[in-house]
C-alpha cells in the first residue's frame, strides 16, 4: 500500500492538475452551494444536463423507491421494469419510425453503439462494403475513440490522431461564418448540405455507412441551429445513396431546444439517434440510442443479436430516475417554460450584448444560446487564442456565482471564442435576468482586465 510521505490536498485526478476545483455538497433548484456556503446559479446545466435542477423530489423518490426493489441487475440475464417501463415511453414519444430504444451510461457510449449497430445493419441486409461515416467539421460526438473519430473538432483531436478511425468530415451549416453576401437562407442551406452528396460519391456510393450531425451543435459551436431546409437535403441524400442518418442529440435533445427531440423542428427523423444528458438530468448516468423499424427489424431478422454491451446498460436505477424525469417534464408542462423563458433568454441577450463590441453572433433555440465572440465586429476576426478570452470569462462568471459554458476553438478548433447558455427547464423570468445580469458583470470584468474597455 502506498504510503505518501504527505497527505496530498486531493488524490483525485482532476479535469485540470493546475486548480482543484470547489466541493459541491448541496443543490437546491437552479442553485449549486460549495463547501463555503457560496451559490452559484446554473446557466450551463453543467454541460446542459441538469434540466430539472440539482433537487427534484420526484426524480429522487423515484430512485429510492427502486433501489428498495432492486438497484442493478445485469441485462444479460434480466431486464427490470424500469428498463421497460422507459423504453415504452421514450418509443411513444419518438420521432416517426423509432421502435426500440438501447441504453448505455452517456452520450459517447450512445455514440460508439449506434456506430457499431450501422455496421452490423448493413452486414445483416448483405452490404458488407459500407464501411465509411461522413460527419461534419466543428462537431462534438463523445470522447471515446470511436466517437471522437467522427466528431470534427480538431483540437480534441490532435493528440490521438494515430488511435482514430478514418472518418470523413464536410462543411458544418454555420450561417454566420459560411454564408455569402447576398445569399439566402435556402440557397446556403442547399449548398453545404450538398456536400454530403459529393462526399459520398467521392467515397464509393456503395461504402458509405452513415451520416453523423447534430440538429443543433453544442459544445464546439455554441448552439448552432441549421438553416431552414438543411436537415431535409441532407435526409434527401442519405434516403438517395442508403446512408444511415445518425442523429446526435446528445446535448440539443429531450427538450432542450423547445421541443423534446430538436429534429422535429426540421420536419424530419434519423434512423438512429442518440440522447443522454436531459434524459436523466444528472440524477444517474444514462443515455441511449432511439433505433428505427428498418433497423431493428433487419437485426431480428438476420442473426437476432446485437454484437455490442455494456456492463451497466439499463441500469435499474438509472433508468427509474430517466423515467421520473421524463415524466416530470410532460406533468409540468415544462417545454413550455423552456420556450418562455429562453423567449426571455434571447431577449435579455439581444438586448444586453446585441451592440456589444466584442459579441459578433447570438444564436439558439429553447434554453440553448451561444454567444460568438469576436475581435472586430465588422471583420469578424476572432481574438488570438492565445488570450484564451473564453477561460477568462468562466473564470470571472464563476467567481460571480454563475456557471456559464465557454469554449475556444469555435470556428476551426483552434480560433474562435463562444459562451454557452442552457440552464434548467425549471428558471423562472427572475433567473433568467440575473443570468444576463451577472454574465454581463463578468464580461466587464474580463474584457477591463484586458485593457478593451
Excluded at 109 to 121: C, H, N, V, W
Excluded at 122 to 151: M, W
Aim: charged share 20%; aromatic share 8%; hydrophobic share 40%.
Amino acid at each position: 500500500m502506498n504510503q505518501p510521505h504527505s497527505k496530498p490536498e486531493t488524490f483525485v485526478l482532476h479535469r485540470s492538475s493546475v486548480a482543484i476545483p470547489p466541493r459541491a455538497v448541496r443543490g437546491e433548484g437552479v442553485y449549486i452551494f460549495d463547501q463555503n456556503g457560496k451559490s452559484y446559479l446554473d446557466a450551463s446545466g453543467g454541460a446542459a444536463v441538469s434540466c430539472l435542477g440539482h433537487s427534484d423530489p420526484v426524480v429522487r423518490a423515484a430512485m429510492h423507491a427502486q433501489i428498495d426493489q432492486i438497484a442493478y441487475a445485469h441485462s444479460g440475464f434480466f431486464s427490470t421494469d424500469a428498463m421497460e417501463e422507459l423504453a415504452e415511453d421514450l418509443v411513444i414519444h419518438a420521432p416517426e419510425g423509432m421502435a426500440k430504444a438501447y441504453f448505455v451510461s452517456g452520450g459517447s457510449e450512445a455514440t460508439e453503439a449506434a456506430l457499431k449497430m450501422a455496421r452490423q445493419y448493413f452486414l445483416e441486409i448483405g452490404q458488407p462494403d459500407r464501411k465509411y461515416v461522413i460527419a461534419r467539421r466543428q462537431s462534438y460526438h463523445g470522447n471515446t475513440l470511436g466517437a471522437l473519430s467522427v466528431g470534427g473538432n480538431m483540437w480534441r483531436r490532435k493528440q490521438f490522431e494515430p488511435l482514430l478511425i478514418t472518418a470523413s468530415h464536410i462543411a458544418p451549416c454555420y450561417p454566420y461564418r459560411d454564408q455569402l453576401a447576398g445569399e439566402s437562407d435556402a440557397a446556403y442551406g442547399l449548398r453545404v448540405a450538398n456536400e454530403l452528396e459529393t462526399a459520398i460519391l467521392e467515397l464509393g456510393a456503395d461504402s458509405v455507412a452513415a451520416f453523423v450531425a447534430e440538429p443543433v451543435v453544442g459544445a464546439t459551436s455554441g448552439a448552432l441551429a441549421p438553416v431552414p431546409g438543411y436537415f431535409k437535403r441532407i435526409r434527401e441524400i442519405c434516403d438517395q445513396y442508403g446512408v444511415l442518418l445518425i442523429l446526435d442529440e446528445v446535448m440539443c435533445g429531450m427538450g432542450r431546444t423547445g421541443t423534446l427531440h430538436a429534429i422535429e423542428q426540421e420536419g424530419i427523423s434519423g434512423d438512429l439517434q442518440t440522447i443522454a444528458k436531459g434524459l436523466g438530468a444528472g440524477y444517474q448516468p444514462i443515455g441511449a440510442i432511439l433505433v428505427s423499424k428498418k433497423i431493428d427489424d433487419a437485426i431480428a431478422n438476420g442473426s437476432g443479436f446485437f454484437q455490442h454491451g455494456h456492463t451497466y446498460q439499463g441500469h435499474a436505477t438509472a433508468c427509474a430516475a430517466a423515467l421520473a424525469t421524463q415524466r416530470t417534464i410532460r406533468e409540468r408542462d415544462l417545454l413550455t417554460n423552456v420556450v418562455r423563458q429562453g423567449e426571455l433568454l434571447a431577449d435579455g441577450l439581444r438586448e444586453r450584448f446585441g451592440q456589444h463590441p466584442f459579441v459578433g453572433d447570438i444564436r439558439g433555440r429553447g434554453l440553448f444560446w451561444g454567444l460568438e465572440l469576436v475581435a472586430d465586429r465588422e471583420t469578424k476576426d476572432p481574438f488570438d487564442p492565445a488570450r484564451k478570452i473564453n477561460a477568462k470569462i468562466k473564470k470571472a462568471a464563476f467567481a460571480r456565482g454563475l456557471m456559464a459554458y465557454p469554449m475556444g476553438g469555435t470556428i476551426d478548433g483552434v480560433r474562435g471564442d463562444h459562451v454557452l447558455f442552457a440552464p434548467p427547464f425549471i428558471v423562472t423570468g427572475d433567473d433568467v435576468a440575473r443570468i444576463v445580469d451577472l454574465f454581463e458583470l463578468a464580461m466587464n470584468d474580463v474584457f477591463t482586465a484586458e485593457g478593451l474597455l
